[in-house]
């Protein structure tokens, strides 16, 4: 079969053809045929050698981790809720089966208290960028027809759907937040977040301002972009506002708009991220989901003067990654309402098609106006 690889020895990008057909070994498995996978700056990263491991004993490692495909046939016990044809995605993150770690024991393997946990197309376990794959109906999800043109965007949609429901979750700290609604401890009630900032319009920053927007939130979304180029457009036609911060830094933009609840940084660059510091509001949550590489990014910050402001104004800072399959769930509903409500708009959000023979240029540049490239995959 073939597949887009790290290739272990070179450290470069290869189009296999002989990986290995998989096949159904547990009664809960799906053979699924991928139709599309998304270019993500972890791909680009794992490419550009930072980070990225084949599986034990493997001199490759079969990139990709956004996916959507068809399910082929199932498993004896998968076929009681799968029949072939049904729309998929899978999660990332498989859990570390260590006895010591509730969070895997529970499916939160997102909240890994070991780090020996397993992604797909990222650590120890291949990726999504070949033509078929098997997997546990664990860490699959059904989506429903409407969803085919934009399955693609659920894997990025869920970083966020995660990042801004642990916000919300923290927030249940107020009591009028909680008294808002009390139905459960994870009421997913973003009210509080009354204005937010989203900084960077890539795929992770778009998916943020739909799900804000969609839950009428005011958005304001930073870059540095120019304000008549395509990106800024794809953001203001959801009714969110965006800002170049060449020209309005984005610690000026809270005087002009009002107290921010919630910034989610989708940047990966540390100077921009804690810089970020100075555009949160009382009571504000600033959640990062980049990923920058671990080294350089030296900066120099007024810590007394931010350290002053997050104790004096109740601030939470934390980082939010992966997700697992209740947010898949969550943001199947979300993407579903965004994509009746915007077809138009979430179209955009997929910039690029691309065969996987364009696999070394897609994986090592990014076009300008680039939000989400895709793969489309071949059924050979
Ligand atoms: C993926 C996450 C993954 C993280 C760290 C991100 O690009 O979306 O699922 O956990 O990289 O490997």
Redesign the pocket.
């Known amino acids: 079969m073939r597949a887009i690889a790290l290739e272990k020895a070179s450290g470069r990008p290869v189009l296999k053809d002989d990986h290995p057909e998989p096949v159904l070994h547990a009664p809960d498995q799906l053979l699924i045929r991928v139709l599309q996978v998304g270019i993500?700056?972890?791909d680009r990263a794992i490419v550009r050698g930072e980070g990225g491991e084949p599986p034990p004993g493997d001199g490759y490692l079969v990139l990709g981790?956004e996916m959507l495909g068809e399910v082929v046939s199932a498993g004896n016990a998968a076929a009681a809720d799968y029949e072939p044809g049904d729309l998929v995605v899978c999660t990332?993150?498989r859990s570390c089966g260590q006895p010591e770690c509730p969070t895997c024991a529970h499916g939160e393997s997102d909240m890994c208290y070991t780090g020996k946990y397993v992604?797909r197309g990222?650590?120890h376990a291949h990726g999504y960028m070949t033509s078929r794959i098997v997997e546990s109906t664990e860490y699959t999800v059904k989506l429903p027809e409407e969803l085919r043109p934009f399955g693609v965007l659920m894997?990025?949609t869920t970083?966020v759907e995660k990042a801004i429901l642990e916000s919300v979750l923290v927030q249940h700290r107020l009591d009028w937040v909680r008294s808002l609604d009390d139905s459960s401890a994870i009421a997913r009630d973003w009210r509080f977040v009354r204005r937010a900032l989203v900084a960077g319009a890539g795929p992770i920053g778009m998916m943020a301002a739909f799900l804000l927007r969609h839950h009428d939130v005011e958005t304001h979304v930073t870059d540095v972009v120019p304000e008549d180029g395509y990106k800024a457009s794809l953001v203001n036609s959801i009714g969110a506002r965006y800002w170049n911060v060449s020209k309005t830094p984005a610690a000026e933009i809270p005087s002009q708009v009002g107290n921010i609840d919630l910034i989610v940084e989708a940047t990966g660059i540390a100077p921009v991220a804690y810089e970020l510091l100075n555009a949160l509001g009382v009571n504000g949550v600033l959640v990062f989901t980049g990923?920058p590489g671990d080294r350089g990014g030296e900066f120099q910050l007024q810590g007394g003067h931010l350290m002053r402001q997050q104790v004096l104004w109740n601030q939470i800072v934390m980082g939010s990654?992966?997700?697992n399959r209740s947010y898949f769930v969550q943001a199947v509903k979300d993407l579903s309402e965004i994509s009746r409500k915007w077809p138009d708009a979430l179209a955009r959000v997929i910039t690029g098609h691309h065969p996987l023979e364009d696999y070394e240029v897609a994986l090592t540049t990014q076009p300008k106006d680039e939000v989400k490239a895709v793969f489309d995959i071949p059924d050979v």
Do not use: K, L, S, W
Request: with cysteine; proline share 6%; charged share 20%.
């Open positions: 993500c700056g972890t981790h990332v993150r992604e990222i650590f894997e990025p970083v990923v990654v992966n997700a």
